[in-house]
């Protein structure tokens, strides 16, 4: 039977566990630059079997909140590889999330002070944090279908930014209502042209990202992370999330990514928001893929899921912030430290690179 704790080869990464740290935005990046407190933040966590990098924006545009890291200029690279480095030494894995956050922007953060861009001109509505604190999203602005190849381009030079940095491997954010999704999703995607629509229309945009950074940079180091069903930063419900997320796995099972990243309902919450198979979704992939499944595990779900063959790995987002030795509790069933809200965002060393180990 296969263990949470085994080996797993992951495309070309040879991990040593099946335990994940999620993507998780901790807005601590002064400069968008991860700073020296993120090198000891990954440090303390190298012995997940995979970390999965905050979101990092491919592209100025593609920022969307208060102090998130770049992964798109030479000082980012270099400050990326500081870190890269620092999780090697200690025998662990890490990859970079490629994020674009579309219309979840302000125009404080935007080049020129331009609209944030999407696939609609229609706001998300909620709010972001800025310098000035929480302030509204701004409305977005539609690509035209001229922009789009250079979105692609953006995702795909992040990629190559991803190597040079010294990641193992990239994961594509195409979840929480993020620029991906909103392309994906009929209760956004309000375009005529050949990236809206059908179902094959709204998954193009996706489907061309990862194909793009497959052949630049290798699918066995390429993953996507999906949220077919979550609500959040406005997404609302596509009419048939089941048709859509298996049209896009079947369409991806060709590349053979390294893995495929799925959070089963809300993000961060209701694990039952809304019907979906996602045993189904996986099915259209046929094996191509590792499958890697999030939200709200305990260490009982985990070493279930990962037995009875509904997941190859298993990504912990809260306890990988306050139990840097996660991999050890798990293993130990020991108890774990408490979160603390408080200190997720911004701030220092509180609550970043302070929780104990056993
Ligand atoms: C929390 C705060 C800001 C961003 C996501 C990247 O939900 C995020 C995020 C989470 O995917």
Not at 213 to 223: E, K
Not at 323 to 342: E, G, I, K, S, T
Request: aromatic share 6%; with cysteine.
């Amino acid at each position: 039977m296969p263990n949470l704790f085994d080996p797993l080869q992951l495309g070309e990464l040879a991990l040593a566990n099946r335990i994940v740290m999620a993507p998780l935005t901790r807005s601590r990046s002064k400069g968008l630059v991860p700073g020296e407190m993120a090198v000891d933040y990954y440090r303390q966590r190298a012995t997940a079997g995979l970390i999965i990098s905050e979101g990092a924006q491919v592209c100025a545009e593609g920022q969307g909140y208060l102090d998130t890291p770049g992964i798109h200029t030479p000082e980012q690279i270099k400050a990326w590889r500081r870190v890269t480095d620092a999780v090697h030494a200690e025998g662990g894995k890490i990859a970079v999330q490629l994020w674009h956050v579309g219309r979840i922007s302000h125009t404080s953060f935007q080049p020129g002070g331009a609209a944030p861009v999407s696939s609609t001109a229609i706001s998300a509505g909620g709010k972001t944090y800025t310098a000035e604190g929480f302030v509204p999203v701004s409305a977005p602005r539609a690509l035209s279908l001229a922009e789009i190849p250079g979105v692609i381009r953006a995702f795909v030079r992040a990629a190559e930014c991803a190597m040079e940095a010294g990641f193992d491997a990239v994961e594509v954010h195409g979840a929480n209502g993020y620029l991906l999704d909103q392309f994906m999703r009929d209760s956004i995607n309000d375009r005529s042209d050949d990236y809206g629509g059908s179902i094959a229309h709204r998954a193009r945009l996706t489907l061309e990202v990862m194909s793009g950074i497959a052949t630049a940079i290798g699918s066995g180091r390429t993953g996507l992370r999906l949220s077919p069903v979550t609500p959040v930063n406005g997404a609302g419900q596509d009419s048939d999330p089941q048709a859509l997320f298996n049209h896009i796995a079947q369409q991806l099972a060709p590349l053979k990514l390294a893995f495929v990243h799925v959070i089963e309902g809300q993000t961060g919450g209701a694990r039952d928001i809304a019907p979906f198979d996602y045993a189904a979704m996986r099915q259209h992939l046929g094996g191509a893929s590792a499958w890697m499944v999030n939200n709200g595990y305990t260490r009982e779900m985990a070493l279930k899921a990962v037995a009875e063959g509904r997941a190859d790995l298993v990504a912990f987002g809260r306890d990988f912030i306050a139990n840097p030795d996660l991999v050890r509790r798990l293993r130990l069933n020991a108890q774990l430290n408490p979160l603390d809200r408080a200190t997720l965002y911004g701030g220092d060393a509180k609550g970043y690179i302070d929780y104990p180990t056993l």
